[in-house]
């Protein structure tokens, strides 16, 4: 029997991701469009004027045919999420952006390289990771994934020790691109069709590539880990977003 690690579990993540219905906006009348633009203008007002303390938020435009829009948000409470979700659906902006996809989970930090730190501590050092601001960067990536269970390739059957090793190992290749890339992992077991998601934010999406490239070497990923879509853009402020519509 492998032996669970045990988890420290921050705040609720909803990955929202929209792609905006042209047909849809070509349809509306002026004063329709007009209308929209200004209640979008003030729902991303309200998402982003979120206190550290209570959440935090981040607008990104996707690249390519997946989605056209991630908004992220991290919040406390996960009936927060459901109403941040629906402020944008009964919006009239609601029907023109529609939901090609959309992941929710906790942000999660296991315990693997936690040896010797007291509960107390962990919470105190670690409450900037477990209750995260969005990182200054100019890009995103998210994609979920599963750790494998297929005959010797068992995460779960592997022990603690094991897996120990291979997170160490993870996180020194990790650790190079300490600079350049900044992770977010959040837990969705029991929440989401995948077991983890993971946010990398960098200034471009070239140190993102390479480091997912050098981790496909290491025995964590090579052996163990599956991968769902991935979803990789610059973020935007809300008048870029905004000028889209006018
Ligand atoms: O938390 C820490 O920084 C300590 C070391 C560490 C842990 C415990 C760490 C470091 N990660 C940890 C956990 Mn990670 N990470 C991924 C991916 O693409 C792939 O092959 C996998 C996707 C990337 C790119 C990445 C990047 N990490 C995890 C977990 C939870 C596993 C569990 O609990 O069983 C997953 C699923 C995961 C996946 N990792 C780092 C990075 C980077 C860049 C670091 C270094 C952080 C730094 O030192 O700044």
Redesign the pocket.
Known sequence: MGEP?E?IEGWYALHDFRRIDWNRWQALSPGERAAARDELSAILEEYQSVKADDGSFALASILGHKADLLFLHFRPDPKTLGELELRLDRSPMGPVLSRPYSYVSMV???K??ARGISEDQIHTTLKR?LEPAIPDAQYLCF?P?N?RRQGQDN?YMTSRDE?REL?KN??V???K??EQ???I?T?SQGLDDW??G?T?FADSPLPIKK??YE??F?E??ARF?D?GPFYVGPRIDATTLLARFS
């Open positions: 690690i988890t999660e930090l296991s693997y390289l990771r994609y994934m750790k995460w897996r997170m993870h996180g290749i990790g650790h691109y300490h890339v900044i992770q992992i837990g077991e983890w993971v990398l480091l997912i981790m496909r290491d964590a990923s880990a991968f």
